[in-house]
């Protein structure tokens, strides 16, 4: 018993009906890729942009306290923070 005959009559390729689908249209436009940023995106972005220098500023800040060894980590905060979600 042949499952796999390589000569068969008929037999369908998909790889290939696929490629000349594809090659068929070439000829007709070409898509192109679009994205578009929402006004509320937009507005998220300048956002970010006017609070980089603080933001920034508290990044130094805290990498500071991290390296000197003064970071303090308020358990409570964290414990008020985690305790919804292990509920």
Do not use: C
Not at 1 to 11: C, L, V
Not at 42 to 47: A, D, G, I, R, T
Not at 52 to 62: G, P, Q, S, V
């Amino acid at each position: 018993m042949k499952i796999n005959e390589p000569q068969r009559i008929g037999a369908v390729n998909p790889y290939q009906k696929h490629n000349e689908h594809r090659t068929g249209e070439m000829g007709r436009k070409r898509k192109t890729d679009e994205v578009q940023i929402s006004a509320e995106a937009q507005e998220m972005l300048s956002y970010s942009r006017v609070n980089n220098a603080e933001r920034t500023k508290r990044i130094e800040e805290l990498k500071q306290e991290v390296s000197t060894g003064t970071y303090h980590v308020d358990a409570g905060k964290i414990a008020e923070k985690v305790w919804p979600f292990l509920k």
